[in-house]
């Protein structure tokens, strides 16, 4: 538009210029998926529950032995998933009909450190039972596993260890199975052969 003035010069009228459609579009086109990120970082940040890897503590069929009167371990070789700390699981014993055993309290000297032997370990209270994380090369007990809870510090749970479920009476033949479970963020599962 033109605005004729005196002596006959033309002025171009003022006017402010927009942005053009094409830069408009592209700008919100690039704040869309911005606030779209943020959006999601945040939203992921308050449903992260940690870490979650999977672990699997590979458990043998159990064997037994009776080193003392009234004292029945159950050996159970493990083949644990490297990473695995007692921190990660608890133990549960349940029956053939898949109810579950009460996990028992230790003999006092069984602790960590000491000597797996059937004077430190013995038999726990009747109709109970705990378990006992030794290594077979030294023969000395890594962790405990009673009154629902690893008695030592957390550990790490290798190869070279061997698990015994120490019982009172004999549980050969009872089809019983031990599991592990989680109790930390990362999932934990295995079981043993039955009894």
């Known amino acids: 538009m033109y605005?004729?003035?005196?002596?006959?010069?033309?002025?171009?009228?003022?006017?402010?210029?927009?942005?053009?459609?094409?830069?408009?579009?592209?700008?919100?086109?690039?704040?869309?998926?911005?606030?779209?990120?943020?959006?999601?970082?945040?939203?992921?940040?308050?449903?992260?529950?940690?870490?979650?890897?999977?672990?699997?503590?590979?458990?043998?069929?159990?064997?037994?032995?009776?080193?003392?009167?009234?004292?029945?371990?159950?050996s159970i070789v493990i083949s644990p998933q490297s990473g695995l700390t007692t921190g990660l699981f608890g133990l549960g014993l349940a029956s053939s009909t898949n109810l579950p055993i009460a996990v028992g309290t230790t003999a006092a000297l069984c602790v960590a450190g000491a000597a797996f032997t059937s004077a430190n370990c013995g038999a726990p209270a009747a109709g109970t039972w705990y378990a006992v994380l030794y290594n077979i090369g030294t023969n000395n007990v890594v962790n405990v596993y009673s009154a629902s809870a690893w008695t030592a510090a957390t550990t790490a749970v290798t190869n070279s260890l061997t698990l015994v479920v120490v019982s009172g009476a004999t549980l050969a033949g009872s089809?019983?199975?031990?599991?592990?479970?989680?109790?930390?963020?990362s999932s934990v599962s295995g079981s043993s052969g039955s009894f």
Do not use: C, E
């Open 3 to 74: 605005v004729f003035g005196r002596a006959g010069h033309t002025w171009r009228k003022n006017r402010k210029r927009g942005v053009s459609p094409i830069i408009a579009t592209i700008l919100l086109v690039a704040i869309t998926v911005v606030l779209a990120a943020v959006l999601y970082v945040l939203i992921s940040g308050l449903t992260h529950t940690g870490a979650s890897t999977p672990y699997t503590l590979g458990m043998s069929a159990p064997t037994q032995t009776s080193p003392a009167a009234g004292v029945y371990w159950n």
């Open 175 to 185: 089809l019983d199975v031990l599991s592990a479970f989680s109790t930390g963020s």
